[in-house]
């Protein structure tokens, strides 16, 4: 597991950087209004400097609001309709996942990302039906293919690649005024230096939305920096749980062979000899685990790396593997052996002559007058030897219960962060977004469109909304102190945002115009505080804020800010929200208020439940984060499993004697069986309290530091009480199951067998 | 006092009776034969010793008569219960009421006190007031002080007393010990053979293997074994003479039997 740590990281994202390099991704690809900018003079500035290797011709682009559907079905993410022009070869190169490889899709055919067609199931020869300005279009799905850019999945809206010159022909003359330049830059050229260097060239400010290869890449990360570091984590749990199993297995040879140690001893081994027998034996047990570990790390790595990068087509190559895992090797390689050598130096200190007469000393423990034996009565016998045996417990037996207990957190863990992920209807504000129950989205176009204003008004004439306000999604740049300029992400308000539900982890919401707050990572990276006024770049025009919050949201990173609409309006003074969203008085009626609302408004907005916008992507994650931690906690039930099998046989071996006494007694081989049976039952319900005791004081504190890269520093994590009802029976089965076959070997031995082994 | 005489073996009825029976072990594809073709029948009341070399299959012998190993051919019968028709549940019952075992050594269970030993085997047969009965018997014993000791701070005698306590505490109808003393230095074997002479005669049945002559002169019959087979069958009662002299009696016999 610690193969598939250590490896999974630089695997995951190795083939990310291999991906983007072998389609010669855009290193940054920018959208540009026709009305605002000289397309032309823009065009030339690029290909006039230095590290620009390529410009792609500019794309036309049209981005529709609201969600294609696909039969009777909407997809979980917006598109962006995009020209893909003939000669579009040398910059975004596509790889063709299904469907006929050509030039450029035909007329009424469209090209998806891989992400988007596994997202939403849809397979080649589907419909798409895209509502542009009032009439829909029926696209055909011809390809589905590996976009670099947008193959991850967190990007919105989806390029969808769509026949040249085939916008004009269903978008109203004038509508079509946005174009995308892909721009390709010479190896190891900046990016980012280059952008800020075009921003300045246009005095300051760019307002369009560009996507740089670091934002890309950072698209990845998020999701693979998260499942390697938890991976990472349970490869240094199954480490220690190794080290214990070891550590048991040595100490019970040294036990079971302690009559031949004295007899080597007596025959003139010196403690060396013995030292270095047992080096030997397990250095080549080592050898051979270690090997076998860096294959099946090698399986489990490809397996997780395929699940992660699906969407991309990516698959891992073994010097990539081997690259990133290598490290580990030695570690492992000595390890087992020098903690095998640790233990036994007991074989060495043996004193011969006591260890051949008498074999090894009796694990002296204190006495254990409870429970009184005679309540076997009522209870039943196996029950209370395995409660005496438990009791006395060895080292052993401690080791289990560790391995329960690590393996019963894991699981509490992987349920409810997976349930949480999913219940985040109820916990959006956490996520960093608002409160609302209901958001529309507004149909710009005049034909349909109502003013913002009104449909405001109108909406709040609804008896059943209790508050409402609007979004607008606006890039801005913030304006560090060395005068650069760095993009950032963000929601202009309108409406009161305690009302809105918006949280903050310090400070307030901002109420005035002047007021913002803003994301901890983006106060963080830049050293902002509460209190301090900082300078963004919007839409053109420099605006001054004092910042009166920080909080938390997965949105950009964290990298992102909230103003008001009054505040934005400063730059912009017609500027309206393209988003409504809707505090209802009772959340329960929602359904209905939906239908009834969309039926009310028709074409001039679009009417859903506000989680709908997040839901697909953080299904994603809750899907990645699931998967990963119930294979974790799968492999953790397997080590604990591994770990009692292994036990309960030593135990049996060691332990002959009194199996054959038991038996001798008059017991038979069910009720010594049951023994064990109880004494595992037993070990898994001391194991699933002690584990639900480590979850609930680790689990929230653990996933707030591995979220806190990614924009959040309180996780909502809630406890589904119902469901965490699986980890005990989880164990119990495990337990039991891995009692119970070795302990029919008991069943199998005769009495003589069990008293005469010696 | 009333000195049990035990002669003929006619006067008394049988416990343990077996009829051909056959052990064979398959070692690296050889199958040697161990206990091969006894005939024999222990009475009840009976202090009856098997004695042989080493090897001779003494132990094997023991265990398919208590039914704990089974025999590849032939019959056992326990207190008229053929042993082989029996289930193991039935058989386990058997054990339980009808039998105690001693065995040579370390066979106390070492995770529970000397008298939950004791008790141990009592709820197995199911005894009532067994709180009473274990401290009596341990008492019986001269083992009341260590009752709440564990096995590893007794005396290599004091457990091997504690296992005859725990052997005892069903009244069994037969007890069955294999080297009881061969683990123990003389004098704390000397105690256990006592402890037999004085259950013996209050009646105990008892089936002792042993290779130790001064063990063997306590009994009131020596079977003698060699290849498998029994190959004498010695009664004190059949030689009537000095008890000081049963050791060379008995010595006498067994070098004629070659041993
Ligand atoms: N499980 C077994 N597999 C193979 N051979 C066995 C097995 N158990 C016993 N034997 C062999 O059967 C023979 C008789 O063993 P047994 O223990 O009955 O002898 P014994 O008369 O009790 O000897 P000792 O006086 O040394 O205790 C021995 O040669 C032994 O090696
Ligand atoms: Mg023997």
Not at chain 1, 92 to 117: C, M, V, Y
Not at chain 1, 288 to 316: E, P
Not at chain 2, 56 to 72: C, E, F, R, V
Request: contains cysteine; hydrophobic residues 45%.
């Amino acid at each position: 597991m610690l193969f598939t740590a250590l490896a999974g990281k630089g695997s995951l994202e190795k083939p990310v950087h291999t991906l983007l390099r072998d389609l010669n991704a855009a290193e940054v690809t920018f959208t540009l209004d026709a009305r605002a900018y000289d397309v032309e003079a823009v065009l030339n500035w690029w290909a006039e400097q230095a590290e620009v290797a390529a410009l792609a011709s500019p794309r036309a682009i049209l981005a529709p609001p609201a969600r294609p559907r696909s039969g009777d079905r909407e997809l979980g993410s917006t598109i962006l309709l995009t020209e893909r022009s003939r000669d579009d070869t040398s910059i975004d190169s596509l790889r063709f996942q299904a469907g006929q490889e050509t030039a450029a899709p035909k007329n009424s055919d469209i090209w998806i990302p891989s992400s988007l067609a596994a997202a939403n199931e849809l397979t080649i020869g589907d419909t798409l039906e895209v509502a542009v300005d009032g009439q829909v279009i029926m696209f055909t799905i011809s390809a589905i293919v590996v976009d670099p850019q947008y193959s991850s999945g967190f990007l919105s809206p989806v390029r969808s690649w769509v026949a040249p010159g085939s916008l004009a022909t269903f978008s109203r003359p004038g509508k079509l005024n946005e174009i995308q330049v892909s721009v390709a830059l010479y190896e190891g050229a900046s990016a980012d230096a280059l952008w800020d260097r075009f921003k300045a060239h246009l005095g300051g400010g760019f307002s369009g939305t560009a996507l740089t290869r670091s934002t890309v890449l950072a698209s990845y990360a998020q999701s693979i920096g998260i499942l390697t570091a938890l991976i990472m984590l349970f490869g240094v749990l199954a480490l220690i749980v190794a080290v214990f199993i070891i550590t048991s297995t040595v100490a019970s040879d040294v036990t079971a062979n302690y009559r031949n140690f004295g007899i080597l001893k007596a025959i003139g081994f010196t403690p060396g000899n013995m030292l270095g027998a047992y080096l030997l034996q397990y250095a080549i047990l080592a050898a051979v685990t270690t090997g076998l570990g860096f294959a099946l790390g090698f399986l489990s790595t490809n397996a997780l790396t395929s699940l992660m990068l699906s969407s991309i087509g990516g698959s891992l190559s073994p010097t990539v593997y081997g690259e990133a895992a290598l490290p580990a090797l030695p570690v492992l390689g000595l390890l087992i052996p020098i903690v095998a050598a640790l233990v036994a130096r007991r074989a060495s200190r043996i004193n011969a002559a006591t260890a051949i007469r008498f074999g090894a000393p009796p694990t002296e423990s204190s006495s254990t007058p409870w429970p009184n034996i005679v309540v076997a009565k009522g209870v039943g016998l196996p029950a209370v030897l395995a409660l005496k045996e438990l009791l006395t417990a060895r080292a052993r037996d401690l080791f289990d219960g560790v391995a329960l207990t690590l393996t019963g957190a894991v699981i509490l863990f992987a349920i409810n962060v997976y349930q949480s992920t999913l219940d985040l209807g109820d916990n959006l504000p956490f996520w960093g977004l608002d409160g609302s129950d209901v958001r529309l989205t507004r149909d710009l176009s005049p034909a349909f469109g109502i003013a913002y204003e009104r449909l405001r008004e109108q909406l709040n004439d609804h008896r059943e909304v209790a508050t409402s306000g609007g979004i607008l999604n606006a890039k801005a740049s913030l304006l560090t102190q060395d005068q650069s300029s760095f993009d950032i992400d963000g929601h202009v308000i309108d409406g009161n945002l305690n009302h809105l539900g918006y949280l903050n982890l310090e400070g307030r919401n901002p109420q005035s115009s002047e007021e913002i707050s803003i994301g901890y990572p983006l106060a963080d990276r830049f050293g902002i505080a509460l209190g301090e006024t900082i300078s963004l770049h919007l839409r053109g025009q420099r605006l001054e804020f004092r910042v009166v919050g920080i909080f938390q949201g997965t949105s950009n990173g964290g990298l992102f800010y909230r103003c008001t609409l009054s505040g934005a309006q400063r730059a912009v003074p017609f500027l309206e929200p393209s988003e409504l969203i809707l505090k209802l008085h009772d959340r329960s009626t929602r359904g209905d208020f939906i239908a009834r609302l969309q039926q009310e408004l028709g074409q001039a907005a679009q009417v859903e439940t506000s989680e709908k916008l997040v839901e697909s992507q953080l299904a994603q994650v809750a899907g990645g984060l699931g998967s990963v931690l119930s294979a974790i906690a799968l492999s953790l039930l397997a080590i604990a499993g591994t770990s009692i099998l292994n036990s309960t046989s030593m135990g049996i071996e060691e332990s002959k004697r009194q199996l054959g006494v038991y038996k001798a007694l008059g017991m038979t081989a069910g009720q010594i069986r049951g023994i064990k049976l109880c004494k595992a039952l037993l070990l898994a319900c001391l194991g699933a309290i002690a584990g639900a005791l480590l979850y609930s004081t680790l689990a929230t504190g653990l996933m707030n530091s591995m979220m806190h890269g990614a924009g959040m520093r309180e996780f909502p994590l809630t406890t589904d009480h119902g469901r965490s009802l699986l980890m005990p029976a989880l164990l119990a089965f495990i337990a039991l199951l891995s009692a119970w076959i070795p302990s029919q070997r008991i069943t199998r031995l005769p009495a003589r067998e069990l008293i005469l082994s010696d | 006092m009333l000195l049990v005489s035990k002669t003929g073996s006619e006067n008394l009825p049988r416990i343990v009776t077996c009829r051909d029976l056959r052990k064979e072990f398959v070692t690296a594809g050889k199958t040697t034969p161990i206990v091969s073709g006894v005939d024999l029948d222990v009475f009840e009341g009976d202090y009856t010793v098997l004695m042989g070399g080493s090897g001779s299959g003494k132990s094997t012998l023991l265990y398919l008569l208590s039914g704990l190993d089974k025999a590849n051919a032939g019959t056992v019968s326990f207190a008229g219960e053929d042993l082989h028709k029996l289930s193991e549940r039935a058989q386990a019952q058997l054990r339980r009421e009808g039998m105690g075992f001693v065995f040579q050594a370390f066979n106390l269970i070492p995770t529970l006190s000397l008298i939950e030993n004791v008790r141990l085997a009592g709820l197995l047969g199911n005894q009532d007031s067994l709180e009473a009965t274990s401290m009596e018997i341990l008492r019986d014993l001269d083992l009341a002080d260590h009752a709440s000791k564990r096995p590893g701070q007794l005396s290599g005698g004091q457990q091997q007393r504690g296992a005859i306590a725990r052997a005892l505490i069903n009244n069994p109808r037969m007890l069955f010990a294999d080297e009881p003393t061969g683990a123990l230095n003389s004098a704390a074997g000397e105690a256990v053979l006592d402890l037999f002479d004085r259950l013996s005669t209050r009646g105990q049945s008892i089936f002792m293997v042993t290779h130790e002559l001064r063990a063997a002169c306590r009994g009131d019959r020596v079977l003698f074994m060699q290849d498998g087979g029994i190959k004498g069958d010695f009664r004190f009662a059949d030689h009537p003479g000095k008890t000081t002299d049963r050791e060379s009696l008995l010595f006498n016999w067994l070098t004629e039997q070659g041993w």
